[in-house]
């Protein structure tokens, strides 16, 4: 393939046809040697009016024609009164408007940026600018030119625009100074940068691999991506030797810094359980935060015992529907408790008692709230009670663009206005998230919480539901009898049997269940593309796109993700002159694609077809392409009934979801599941994952491949292994 010829444009910016403000992504008119230029690539702060020097190549566009795609630009100042007065009129300072901007140039000509930045009190002079005006125009100046300080500081290093942003909204005109003083400030949560990256400032800055700020961000930035598997914290002497591998330093130093660093409150240091465990600030808080709430909820509402026997008779006969005894003890219990927890896998009747519940609480007065953690729960537990159920996050209502992180409308000084909270698929809930709604909660609220503990935990940090009912204190059932209409499933019976170790019946072929024994690698892709595509669409009616989902237990290898879904891409969307595509990365999308959300963002906005709108698109969420505009940038992208729009940039944060790992379909159903297996690798194949993939299928399932997978994963009861504290924070909260 031929290398791309990089060229140089020097111009200036007639026209800002689109800049999108959270990365910068800008498509403007240049205007150079006297031809105008359609320019395209991550501008952050570009205005109409400023000179560019751009370097890139040109790019044909099939509709819009030639465009020059921007690799690296550089703002240089207006220099002459008539470029300067159209970058001013055009908004470039706030706070000068075209009248003021045509006053400031005839007074001060080629000197005007001159003047504001070196000695804005001649401004002044200027009729209707006040000494209170200059200032906020000098400080408005000083801001802009901040952004641009910190953009030309970090080109130097090949940061990305979008980093550069974060940077300059964190520190603003200390930005320079700060990275300066402490370049591994770039590789927090909140920036964001890798901490190699860091490291490779800071040692041409010639700090030394010993020094407390490269030891201290280590311990941070491991914690930090422990996060990522679902670890609250660490053991300190983990901690400690993992910090070591990373930056092949001396102990010392890192004990030291460990202990530095629980002075100075940036890490929690505790001893649970007779050993060290070291936290990040936040996550430590929210554990102790979520306990002492546990135990006051369970003080506030001690179990009254009261009877509910006759209640629970008018409602059977309402229903025209018997509760076994089971059932009724955890109706009563949920009653008469201010926290209660129900758990139990499929078939065992958690979604009756939750609408006994749910009526009997609303028989007395009493306002409940449903919600989930995704928005496919969510939709299903709406379908199965009857009522409005949101995700915990449209509950909670992310406050958009606050700038300090993830923060809710809805908080302890503007709560809830619920008597009863009911939540489903709690094994998903992490900390952080779990924290929030119960902040959210006003005093006296209670809370009922719905899960199957059988299941893998949640994607983000902690194991809510397990440590909860791990510390014993707070009212559970646990359902495990099947109910005799459930038993006919054999997706059913075949998930209990492996929850108790027993091999599934892979026999049969008459019911909901079926296992197609495996071949070489490109006979069972085949025979699945085909499923897919044309058998399964054409016997059961399904849709290929929103009726089937392929699930595979690791994205590598021939029958992973990343390669099925390339070829499932192939079949179910193949290219064509309708069809643009756009490549991120390693990914390649097109229009009509079915795709995943892989991290939450809370500033993606949304609407629904009613005007409705809201903002926040979270992992795990599905949805299609249904447009790709290459020239202004943007993607819009359908998720159930939501519609968002998405710049090119902001699509590294999806991946193609034909094919989706058992860990990213955890709280959705689909009416079939077809589960991928290769050969069985012990780490990743084990049985609460084969249980969590079996579990999404409503209607049909099959599972084709290896076929030592499946006994294989069922002998191997290995436990996802995650390190928290909450159980023993709650038995310490609650010890009379």
Same mark, same amino acid.
């Given at each position: 393939?031929? /290398?791309?010829?990089?060229?140089?444009?020097?111009?200036?910016?007639?026209?800002?046809?689109?800049?999108?403000?959270?990365?910068?992504?800008?498509?403007?008119?240049?205007?150079?040697?006297?031809? *105008?230029?359609? #320019?395209?690539?991550?501008?952050?702060?570009?205005?109409?009016?400023?000179?560019?020097?751009?370097?890139?190549?040109?790019?044909?566009?099939?509709?819009?024609?030639?465009?020059?795609?921007?690799?690296?630009?550089?703002?240089?100042?207006?220099?002459?009164?008539?470029?300067?007065?159209?970058?001013?009129?055009?908004?470039?300072?706030?706070?000068?408007?075209?009248?003021?901007?045509?006053?400031?140039?005839?007074?001060?000509?080629?000197?005007?940026?001159?003047?504001?930045?070196?000695?804005?009190?001649?401004?002044?002079?200027?009729?209707? $600018?006040?000494?209170?005006?200059?200032?906020?125009?000098?400080?408005?100046?000083?801001?802009?030119?901040?952004?641009?300080?910190?953009? +030309?500081?970090?080109?130097?290093?090949?940061?990305?625009?979008?980093?550069?942003?974060?940077?300059?909204?964190?520190? /603003?005109?200390?930005?320079?100074?700060?990275?300066?003083?402490?370049?591994?400030?770039?590789?927090?949560?909140?920036?964001?940068?890798?901490?190699?990256?860091?490291?490779?400032?800071?040692?041409?800055?010639?700090?030394?691999?010993?020094?407390?700020?490269? #030891?201290?961000?280590?311990?941070?930035?491991?914690?930090?991506?422990?996060?990522?598997?679902?670890?609250?914290?660490?053991?300190?002497?983990?901690?400690?030797?993992?910090?070591?591998?990373?930056?092949?330093?001396?102990?010392?130093?890192?004990?030291?810094?460990?202990?530095?660093?629980?002075?100075?409150?940036?890490?929690?240091?505790?001893?649970?359980?007779?050993?060290?465990?070291?936290?990040?600030?936040?996550?430590?808080?929210?554990?102790?935060?979520?306990?002492?709430?546990?135990?006051?909820?369970?003080?506030?509402?001690?179990?009254?015992?009261?009877?509910?026997?006759? !209640?629970?008779?008018?409602?059977?006969?309402?229903?025209?529907?018997?509760?076994?005894?089971?059932?009724?003890?955890?109706?009563?219990?949920?009653?008469?408790?201010?926290?209660? =927890?129900?758990?139990?896998?499929?078939?065992?009747?958690?979604?009756?008692?939750?609408?006994?519940?749910?009526?009997?609480?609303? !028989?007395?007065?009493?306002?409940?709230?449903?919600?989930?953690?995704?928005?496919?729960?969510?939709?299903?537990?709406?379908?199965?009670?009857? @009522?409005?159920?949101?995700?915990?996050?449209?509950?909670?209502?992310?406050?958009?663009?606050?700038?300090?992180?993830?923060?809710?409308?809805?908080?302890?000084?503007?709560?809830?206005?619920?008597?009863?909270?009911?939540?489903?698929?709690?094994?998903?809930?992490?900390?952080?998230?779990?924290?929030?709604?119960?902040?959210?909660?006003?005093?006296?609220?209670?809370? $009922?919480?719905?899960?199957?503990?059988?299941?893998?935990?949640?994607?983000?940090?902690?194991?809510?539901?397990?440590?909860?009912?791990?510390?014993?204190?707070?009212?559970?059932?646990?359902?495990?009898?099947?109910?005799?209409?459930?038993?006919?499933? +054999?997706?059913?019976?075949?998930?209990?049997?492996? #929850?108790?170790?027993?091999?599934?019946?892979?026999?049969?072929?008459?019911?909901?269940?079926?296992?197609?024994?495996?071949?070489?690698?490109?006979?069972?892709?085949?025979?699945?593309?085909?499923?897919?595509? @044309?058998?399964?669409?054409?016997?059961?009616?399904?849709?290929?796109?929103?009726?089937?989902?392929?699930?595979?237990?690791?994205?590598?290898?021939?029958?992973?993700?990343?390669?099925?879904?390339?070829?499932?891409?192939?079949?179910?969307?193949?290219?064509?002159?309708?069809?643009?595509?756009?490549?991120?990365?390693?990914?390649?999308?097109?229009?009509?694609?079915?795709?995943?959300? =892989?991290?939450?963002?809370?500033?993606?906005?949304?609407?629904?077809?009613?005007?409705?709108?809201?903002?926040?698109?979270?992992?795990?969420?599905?949805?299609?392409?249904?447009?790709?505009?290459?020239?202004?940038?943007?993607?819009?992208?359908?998720?159930?009934?939501?519609?968002?729009?998405?710049?090119?940039?902001?699509?590294?944060?999806?991946?193609?979801?034909?094919?989706?790992?058992?860990?990213?379909?955890?709280?959705?159903?689909?009416?079939?599941?077809?589960?991928?297996?290769?050969?069985?690798?012990?780490? +990743?194949?084990?049985?609460?994952?084969?249980?969590?993939?079996?579990?999404?299928?409503?209607?049909? *399932?099959?599972?084709?491949?290896?076929?030592?997978?499946?006994?294989?994963?069922?002998?191997?009861?290995?436990?996802?292994?995650?390190?928290?504290?909450?159980?023993?924070?709650?038995?310490?909260?609650?010890?009379?």
């Amino acid at each position: 393939m031929e /290398a791309q010829e990089y060229l140089q444009l020097t111009g200036t910016v007639e026209h800002i046809v689109y800049q999108k403000e959270e990365t910068g992504f800008t498509v403007l008119e240049l205007a150079s040697d006297g031809e *105008l230029i359609t #320019v395209v690539g991550e501008m952050p702060g570009v205005s109409e009016g400023e000179e560019l020097v751009l370097t890139g190549t040109y790019v044909a566009h099939p509709t819009f024609g030639s465009q020059f795609r921007v690799s690296v630009y550089e703002q240089q100042l207006p220099a002459t009164a008539g470029a300067i007065y159209k970058y001013l009129a055009a908004g470039a300072i706030k706070g000068i408007g075209p009248a003021l901007a045509r006053r400031l140039v005839d007074r001060f000509g080629e000197r005007t940026l001159d003047v504001m930045e070196k000695d804005p009190a001649q401004l002044c002079q200027v009729k209707g $600018v006040s000494q209170r005006k200059a200032g906020e125009i000098a400080a408005e100046f000083q801001r802009v030119f901040g952004v641009r300080a910190v953009m +030309l500081f970090l080109s130097r290093y090949q940061i990305p625009s979008s980093i550069c942003v974060r940077v300059w909204k964190k520190w /603003a005109e200390t930005a320079v100074q700060a990275i300066r003083d402490n370049p591994y400030v770039l590789c927090r949560a909140d920036i964001g940068l890798d901490f190699g990256k860091a490291d490779e400032i800071a040692r041409s800055m010639d700090i030394a691999a010993d020094d407390p700020r490269r #030891v201290e961000a280590g311990l941070e930035f491991v914690l930090s991506h422990n996060l990522g598997n679902g670890h609250t914290c660490l053991p300190a002497e983990t901690l400690v030797q993992v910090a070591g591998t990373l930056l092949e330093t001396d102990r010392d130093a890192i004990e030291q810094g460990l202990e530095r660093m629980a002075q100075q409150d940036d890490l929690a240091v505790c001893r649970c359980g007779g050993r060290e465990f070291a936290f990040l600030p936040e996550l430590y808080a929210a554990e102790t935060y979520i306990a002492s709430r546990m135990a006051l909820i369970l003080s506030s509402y001690p179990d009254l015992g009261q009877n509910y026997d006759r !209640q629970i008779d008018a409602l059977q006969d309402q229903l025209n529907i018997v509760y076994e005894s089971r059932q009724r003890k955890a109706i009563a219990m949920a009653l008469n408790n201010g926290v209660f =927890i129900l758990t139990g896998g499929p078939g065992t009747g958690k979604t009756t008692i939750i609408n006994a519940i749910i009526e009997l609480l609303e !028989q007395k007065g009493e306002k409940v709230m449903l919600a989930a953690p995704t928005g496919r729960a969510a939709k299903r537990m709406s379908e199965l009670t009857g @009522r409005q159920a949101k995700t915990i996050h449209r509950l909670l209502e992310v406050n958009f663009r606050d700038g300090n992180g993830l923060v809710f409308k809805h908080n302890e000084r503007n709560t809830l206005q619920a008597d009863v909270v009911v939540v489903d698929e709690m094994s998903m809930v992490d900390t952080l998230l779990f924290q929030s709604l119960l902040k959210a909660m006003k005093l006296g609220c209670r809370l $009922v919480m719905v899960g199957d503990t059988d299941q893998l935990p949640s994607v983000g940090a902690g194991n809510v539901l397990k440590d909860l009912i791990e510390a014993d204190v707070i009212p559970t059932v646990h359902l495990q009898e099947v109910f005799r209409q459930a038993a006919k499933s +054999l997706i059913v019976t075949n998930a209990h049997a492996i #929850v108790q170790g027993e091999q599934p019946d892979l026999s049969r072929r008459d019911k909901d269940f079926f296992y197609l024994a495996g071949g070489s690698y490109q006979s069972v892709t085949q025979t699945l593309l085909d499923l897919v595509q @044309r058998r399964l669409p054409k016997q059961y009616g399904f849709s290929p796109l929103s009726d089937i989902q392929v699930l595979c237990p690791s994205r590598m290898g021939q029958l992973g993700t990343m390669e099925l879904n390339r070829q499932l891409q192939e079949r179910l969307n193949p290219p064509g002159v309708d069809k643009p595509e756009v490549k991120v990365f390693a990914n390649l999308f097109r229009s009509g694609d079915k795709v995943m959300q =892989i991290k939450n963002n809370y500033d993606i906005v949304w609407e629904k077809e009613d005007g409705e709108k809201g903002v926040g698109v979270f992992n795990g969420d599905i949805g299609e392409i249904m447009q790709i505009d290459k020239s202004m940038g943007r993607v819009r992208i359908r998720f159930d009934d939501r519609v968002a729009d998405y710049s090119v940039e902001m699509m590294a944060e999806l991946e193609l979801a034909y094919a989706v790992t058992v860990h990213k379909s955890q709280g959705s159903e689909f009416p079939c599941v077809i589960l991928s297996l290769d050969a069985p690798n012990r780490k +990743l194949y084990y049985r609460n994952l084969l249980y969590t993939a079996v579990t999404r299928a409503k209607q049909l *399932l099959l599972i084709m491949g290896n076929p030592r997978a499946v006994p294989a994963m069922v002998e191997n009861n290995r436990k996802t292994l995650r390190y928290t504290n909450l159980a023993g924070f709650l038995t310490e909260q609650t010890r009379w």
